[in-house]
T-cell receptor, first 116, second 112 residues
Framework: EAGVTQFPSHSVIEKGQTVTLRCDPI?????LYWYRRVMGKEIKFLLH????????ESGMPNNRFLAERTGGTYSTLKVQPAELEDSGVYFC??????????????FGPGTRLTVL | DAKTTQPPSMDCAEGRAANLPCNHS???????VYWYRQIHSQGPQYIIH???NNETNEMASLIITEDRKSSTLILPHATLRDTAVYYC?????????????FGAGTQVVVTP
């Protein structure tokens, strides 16, 4: 079974540019999550999709961040325009359902974003 | 969700058991204890979780005290590949199935 995949693995952009990160969850997983770790800080939750609907977006830092999950499969996270403080590692995770035994979140390898 | 307290770091000799403590004194009855780890440059990896009873899987054992205010993750035979940051996280079973709240974790270094 393929795990969570993320693309690209690294992205270097200049301040003011736009970047789109992609996450492909494990097949059949309804729940998809985005997290990020900025330099020196803890991993922080950004948002949670259930299928194509946003269940919780309380962690999104501001309106420069836009997440979508059209069709309930893969998700994209767009940062527009990027700022220096957006640099960090963005993780995607997926889980199958809402019962504890099936709600383990499986993480992708992350996308390292550097804004210059 | 309850907060957790972990030591910032610990060392362990290869082949020995690693015992990682976690305090969660404000845990409530419907909150589970989860453990994840992050090996350098990889995404967090699920290890184990439990509610009241001790749990064991192929990776580790989880011992939860009777009052549920603390727990210990046991790696029975640590290897160099177990060097990672280990996170103890409590999650409610009601309305917070979503986000995991990571703390600073414990940096475990396994030495030869």
């Amino acid at each position: 079974e393929a795990g969570v995949t993320q693309f690209p693995s690294h992205s270097v952009i200049e301040k003011g540019q736009t970047v789109t990160l992609r996450c492909d969850p494990i097949s059949g997983h309804d729940n998809l999550y985005w997290y990020r770790r900025v330099m020196g800080k803890e991993i922080k939750f950004l948002l949670h999709f259930v299928k194509e609907s946003k269940q919780d977006e309380s962690g999104m830092p501001n309106n420069r961040f836009l997440a979508e999950r059209t069709g309930g499969t893969y998700s994209t996270l767009k940062v527009q325009p990027a700022e220096l403080e957006d640099s960090g590692v963005y993780f995607c995770a997926s889980s199958q359902g809402w019962v504890t035994s099936t709600d383990t979140q499986y993480f992708g390898p992350g996308t390292r974003l550097t804004v210059l | 969700d309850a907060k957790t307290t972990q030591p910032p770091s610990m060392d362990c000799a290869e082949g020995r058991a690693a015992n990682l403590p976690c305090n969660h004194s404000t845990i409530s009855g419907n909150e589970y204890v989860y453990w994840y780890r992050q090996i350098h440059s990889q995404g967090p990896q699920y290890i184990i979780h439990g509610l009241k009873n001790n749990e064991t899987n192929e990776m580790a054992s989880l011992i939860i005290t009777e009052d549920r205010k603390s727990s210990t993750l046991i790696l029975p035979h640590a290897t160099l590949r177990d060097t990672a940051v280990y996170y103890c996280i409590v999650r409610t079973s009601t309305d917070s199935w979503g986000k995991l709240q990571f703390g600073a974790g414990t940096q475990v270094v396994v030495t030869p």
